[in-house]
């Protein structure tokens, strides 16, 4: 591995580390209560949440949290449920339900522990009453082939939803709720992260509505009436049964992206981090950075070379093909496509949770090479970008990053090193 590739590796696990739930959570822990203590909690990180908690804390505790297939790790009085991402299943139905029931009936001393963590939305899936699981599983696989944003997609999920929008937290009360998040989202909004099921929400029905149509999203009549109902309104701010609900923010995508930044500063490199929360589309945002990598290369601004462009954030992906792939090899494709083989840039881009897109492949790593690489194998790298084949292509030329699950998740992380022209 070149000294480039294996420094933007190492930035990767700098950031992942950076944000692990042993290093950001015990400091977050509440006082321990009069009564009891229950932990509930979804997401790809809440397993590893519940187990640092475990170690941490001081007396009796239950509870049950449901995190990824395959993210599981041993806990001796949290029960861990496993559950599809990120489509939901009936698993993660199943453990919803269980949740719900078991912050029946609390009290004023007791205290409810949420783990919250980037893919809960799909983890603690619980349809309103007058809808099933398979029609939130199909606008579910709907709207991430449409390109919408997450905080969009997050909306539509909170009204459709019995568990998330802030209902969670109401069925705790009175007892307090303390909610330790993991942000994975732009701009780190509790109502957007797992679609917010302990944190009031200020979109509306209305709002859902208006995502559907946006992106052209047929749905069945059931879910029209129930937005055009209001029906399937979420718990608003100011709501009482919230009174006694907190949200403690442990670990983000700048963090990691500080951290990431400490590396490439010990190996002589400038970092500059450009943004934790860039959104749009993955194939736009790599034309974007490649514009940005040349002028740095070529011209020595807005940066003088050798530098490191660091961001997060999460883009999308509109499909439109039939290849492998996910948010961060389309960016990076995209990337290399338009450097178009400009020496000097080097680039990798990886979700932190270990896998981009459905596969357990973080994302990829380039060099100036990959076109060549990519045509002496005979594949059109334009073609596999049409096709949404980041995964594919990636693999094809050995660069792929895979890592195994990370158990934390703060969303994207892109680094591109760049090296004055000579």
């Known amino acids: 591995m070149t000294f480039q590739a294996t420094l933007l590796r190492s930035m990767f696990d700098a950031a992942v580390a950076a944000a692990q739930p042993s290093l950001c959570l015990p400091a977050h822990l509440p006082e321990p209560p009069r009564g009891?203590?229950?932990?509930?909690?979804?997401?790809k990180a809440s397993a590893e949440m519940a187990r640092v908690l475990e170690q941490h804390w001081p007396g009796e505790l239950s509870g049950l949290v449901v995190t990824r297939y395959g993210?599981?790790?041993p806990c001796l009085r949290i029960e861990i449920a496993e559950a599809a991402h990120p489509v939901p299943d009936a698993k993660g139905q199943e453990a919803a339900r269980r949740i719900l029931a078991m912050v029946q009936g609390l009290t004023a001393?007791?205290?409810v522990i949420c783990l919250i963590s980037g893919g809960g939305s799909a983890l603690l899936p619980m349809p309103h009453p007058a809808l099933d699981l398979a029609v939130k599983q199909e606008i579910n696989r709907a709207l991430l082939q449409s390109g919408a944003t997450i905080g969009e997609m997050n909306c539509v999920r909170r009204h459709l939803s019995a568990i998330k929008g802030g209902r969670l937290a109401a069925a705790c009360h009175p007892a307090r709720v303390v909610t330790l998040l993991i942000s994975d989202v732009p701009g780190d909004n509790p109502a957007d992260i797992a679609s917010g099921p302990t944190c009031a929400d200020a979109t509306t029905c209305a709002d859902a509505l208006d995502i559907l149509k946006r992106y052209g999203i047929s749905v069945p009549a059931a879910v029209t009436q129930l937005l055009e109902s209001g029906a399937s309104e979420s718990i608003k701010p100011g709501d009482p049964r919230l009174a006694r609900s907190e949200v403690r923010l442990i670990t983000a995508p700048q963090i990691a992206l500080e951290a990431a930044a400490e590396v490439a500063r010990k190996a002589g490199i400038t970092p500059y981090i450009m943004g934790d929360s860039i959104e749009g589309e993955a194939r736009d945002v790599g034309i974007v950075m490649a514009g940005i990598?040349?002028?740095?290369?070529?011209?020595?601004?807005?940066?003088?070379?050798p530098c490191v462009l660091l961001s997060g954030g999460e883009t999308t992906v509109t499909i439109r093909g039939k290849g492998r792939g996910g948010r961060n090899v389309e960016f990076l494709l995209s990337l290399g496509v338009s450097l178009n083989g400009h020496p000097g840039i080097y680039a990798i881009a990886c979700d932190t949770d270990g896998v981009d897109g459905q596969e357990e492949i973080a994302g990829a790593i380039i060099g100036p090479d990959m076109l060549e690489k990519a045509w002496g194998q005979r594949i059109n790298p334009r073609l596999s970008l049409a096709n949404n084949d980041g995964h594919g292509f990636f693999q094809?030329?050995?660069?792929?990053?895979?890592?195994?699950p990370t158990l934390t998740n703060v969303n994207d992380f892109r680094a591109i090193y760049v090296e004055p022209q000579a």
């Open 109 to 111: 001393d007791d205290l």
């Open 71 to 73: 993210y599981a790790v």
């Open 36 to 43: 009891r203590t229950l932990v509930i909690g979804a997401g």
């Open 293 to 305: 990598a040349r002028q740095v290369a070529m011209r020595g601004q807005p940066f003088e070379a």
């Open 396 to 404: 094809a030329l050995g660069a792929s990053v895979v890592c195994g």
